[in-house]
């Protein structure tokens, strides 16, 4: 199975699933792109021709791989459309119950070989394999965000996922050029194990008053070398994502020091979720980011 993979379906074309899309048909995998609607399909569409546009401005691709990318990549309008992918990488909002959802609804109308991925940056694999009908061909692929630049992707195995799927999943994840990192199946994994309870730390000095916003990302920036601060980042990555990847961790290793910070809760309730919103530890509706604190 490992040298079959053809077609890849990716579920979601918001900043991560375009990403997906981008890297797989520059793999040169034809790509099938679905979203909740068209519009946004066509959006993800426009993301990707963009960021190839800039990668071959840059000289990182060339005219033609830039071109048989995007010739590589169709939308998938319906969910019924990806029932001819070899693997279908679900890149939906960082909701269990949501994920749950798309995949009653797809499994139904995949091959009884696919195999089926998810990018959750922190939900259990096992979890979300048992609500399925393929827990033996279901496998986190986490790639990191902006998905075309970072080389890691974390691959993580469910209780029941078969060796097959797992080495799959591998050569795949080295066709595309990224680097593996296996993780075991606990809430976060590692990356965000690690980083999540940093950038939490980080709104919990902002909410003490320890420091203010530029302050801290300052500190952070040119004191451990980071390349943004943990607050721009938390922008970056979008505030609701950070509580529901904290509210994961919380909730399954039982341990205060996971404990979301007030300020983040506030936050996401304002509906101030970073750059997606235009507003959260910054403010981007200027010509420059302002700090909100």
Not at 259 to 283: H, I, N, S
């Amino acid at each position: 199975m490992a040298g079959e993979l053809k077609t890849i379906g990716v579920i979601g074309a918001g900043q991560m699933g375009n990403g997906i899309a981008h890297v797989c048909a520059l793999a040169g995998y034809t790509v099938l792109l679905n979203d909740v609607s068209p519009d946004r399909i066509q959006s993800g569409l426009a993301t990707i021709n963009g960021n190839l546009t800039r990668q071959h401005a840059k000289g990182l691709i060339s005219e033609e791989a830039k071109v048989a990318a995007l010739g590589a990549i169709g939308p998938a309008n319906n969910l019924d459309d990806l029932g001819e992918a070899d693997l279908v990488i679900e890149s939906a909002t960082e909701n269990e119950q949501v994920k749950r959802k798309i995949f009653a609804q797809l499994c139904p109308l995949l091959k009884p070989e696919a195999i089926l991925a998810t990018n959750t940056s922190s939900l259990s694999i096992t979890r979300l394999a048992a609500s399925t009908d393929r827990p033996e061909r279901f496998i986190g692929i986490h790639f990191m965000n902006p998905v075309p630049l970072m080389e890691l992707i974390e691959l993580v195995r469910g209780i029941a996922t078969e060796d097959e799927t797992f080495e799959t999943s591998k050569v795949f994840c080295a066709r595309l050029g990224k680097t593996i990192a296996v993780a075991e199946d606990f809430p976060g994994f590692m990356v965000n194990r690690i980083l999540l309870p940093m950038i939490n730390e980080a709104i919990y000095t902002l909410y003490e008053g320890v420091g203010s916003v530029e302050a801290i990302d300052t500190a952070l920036r040119l004191g451990a070398n980071h390349p943004m601060g943990p607050l721009q980042l938390a922008d970056f990555i979008g505030l609701d994502t950070c509580l529901s990847i904290m509210q994961v961790l919380y909730e399954g290793l039982a341990d205060t020091k996971y404990r979301p910070c007030p300020l983040l809760v506030k936050y996401v309730e304002a509906g101030w979720l970073g750059r997606k919103t235009q507003r959260g530890f910054y403010d981007y509706r200027g010509e420059k980011a302002v700090p909100t604190r």
